[in-house]
């Protein structure tokens, strides 16, 4: 387009093309010095792995219950967390109705053996995973806002705030650990982001 001619950016494709699906996240392996390895989720593809910064992919997880994944973060050991499901799906609201159903969050081991954390009945589709530095995951579904200290033993919901029920949408780590979600519909009049400053107690800024 003209706006990246402007900034003096090329963009080329680098696939994984035909079989990933829409692209919904991409993580580069933070434990890999070279910079080389890196995943790519789909959905209706599942996760791609590439070992030379995406000049070839392979599958991660095409055999696994549902391929359905929207987002991926990494752990300071280089476990990679997915949850699956899609809420934004074509013709959808975005509202929490998802006609492209998850089945939990999973990981991927430093060896690409891949294993689950808990399952949809948990969060229900998941719209966004984050891992602080500290290692809490927080995870953004359909069921609410949800956060683990245990690396994904036991997980927590959010109830200070005051989202109730609704659908967590995205959750977001600043550079200073501080926390931001979203959570809501369209329909709702009590939809905001919230915040924390890493104490699990979060406000409403919006």
């Known amino acids: 387009s003209n706006a990246f001619a402007q900034l003096g950016l090329n963009w080329s494709e680098m696939g994984p093309n035909d079989i990933a699906g829409r692209c919904r996240s991409i993580l580069v392996d933070k434990t890999d010095a070279t910079g080389n390895r890196m995943f790519a989720a789909g959905v209706s593809g599942g996760v791609f792995k590439s070992l030379n910064a995406g000049a070839n992919w392979m599958p991660v997880n095409d055999q696994a219950k549902s391929l359905i994944v929207s987002s991926m973060a990494q752990n300071s050991a280089g476990m990679v967390y997915f949850g699956t499901g899609e809420a934004f799906g074509r013709g959808g609201d975005g509202a929490g109705a998802?006609?492209?159903l998850g089945t939990g969050l999973y990981t991927i081991s430093p060896t690409s053996s891949v294993g689950i954390v808990q399952d949809s009945s948990v969060?229900?589709?998941?719209?966004?995973?984050?891992?602080?530095?500290?290692?809490?995951?927080?995870?953004?579904?359909?069921?609410g806002f949800f956060y683990s200290t245990d690396g994904g033993v036991t997980f927590i919901e959010e109830t200070?705030?005051?989202?109730?029920?609704?659908?967590?949408?995205?959750?977001?780590?600043?550079?200073?650990?501080?926390i931001y979600y979203s959570a809501g519909a369209k329909t709702s009049s009590t939809s905001a982001v919230y915040y924390s400053s890493g104490l699990f107690t979060f406000t409403a800024i919006t």
């Open 160 to 178: 200070i705030s005051s989202t109730g029920t609704l659908a967590a949408m995205d959750v977001k780590i600043a550079t200073n650990g501080d």
């Open 98 to 100: 998802s006609g492209f």
């Open 123 to 143: 969060f229900g589709d998941i719209n966004e995973v984050a891992i602080s530095a500290s290692n809490v995951i927080y995870v953004a579904g359909q069921k």
